[in-house]
């Protein structure tokens, strides 16, 4: 029986965009779908630039306007990967037009925007998720059935480093991920959010939240850029920068766990050591992003004098989502943690049922920076459940 269709219109094409792209073209060479991904249109303001792209990943065609591609008759799905200051309009208009949405991280620019967005799709009965590739790592889904399951006892402490240097020397140019009006904030809406998703996934809920940032190198030239992090300056004119470079917080968890974060564009020799550990009463798991098919477990009731952290390769075909690759200890890489998410988006479309992260996961993971943000500005403590009851 032929399959159902699902039309992707693709907003945006640079990295993102190519990391989505090659997802939906991999997904059913190696899973079993319900309905098959179209590369349909994709979208962007550089009429060449997204005409070479369409041609190159693949794309039925292209535009130039992305209301063009909501209007469409024969799109099904909006997959939105634009800075971020544009996901509020396309996500809002997408869902009125009864368009699955899928968008980057982090949901929003502010609170208020991120709640129109889980009403537009919430009241136009669609399908959504935001785009925390990292929950779909294998090691990290493994590490959320240990803590689910209990072996770890009671939660402790979570703790997550997400280091990055690519923004490290004084010639790097000012591109929208430094400038506030487009990205919101720096290190923290483009780095932590994905430490706080992680950590909202495996341990619970964040109530409470003090921070602090930092913004080393004030003032940059002006330019853009031009696929993965690199970037180029467009002009000699120099201009402010107006996001965090740094940012380190202390959290408090529902269940009673105590949470810090540090995330920095600033940590020299990190490309993109993005990591997590969790102690518990009955042992602890630690992850590196660097090192992403491997998970470190330690249990408390191992023999004595055998105690400490043991390495598992997570390549076993009873690993989540490994058994549709390759034989064991056989690795896959960072593309693959889109083909899982956005697999479990394309069936969540066919069964009619929601997948996470969602909306409802990026409005809460939107209070809690707007609680962070706060906490830099005012210099204090500040409760995430406060904000949403207000907002």
Partial sequence: MEKKELRIGLIGYQFMGKAHSHAYRDIPFFFDVEAKPVLKVVCGRNEEAVQQAAEKMGFESYET????????????????????NTHAEIAIAAAKAGKHVITEKPLAMNLDEAQRMHAAVTENHVIHMVCHNYRYVPAVQLAKQLVASGKLGEIYHFRARYLQDFIMSPSFPLTWRLDQKVSGSGALGDIAAHSLDIARFLVGEINEVVATAKTFIKERPIGSMTGGLSAKVSEGKMAPVTVDDATAIIAKFENGALGTFEATR????????????????????RW????????????????????????IDVTEASHPYVGSYWAAGHMIGYEHTFIHLLYEFLQGIARGEQPKPDFADGLRNQAVLTAIEQSIQQQRWVNVEELLVKS
């Fill in 65 to 84: 306007d992305w209301r063009k591609v909501v209007e469409r008759d024969d799109i099904d799905v909006i997959d939105i990967v634009t800075p971020n």
């Fill in 266 to 285: 600033f940590a020299g020799g990190n490309r993109n050591r993005n990591e997590f550990e969790i102690n518990g009463e009955h042992g602890s798991v």
């Fill in 288 to 311: 590196n992003m660097e090192n992403m098919n491997q998970l470190e477990v330690y249990f408390a009731h191992d023999e004595e004098g055998l105690q400490g952290f043991r390495t």
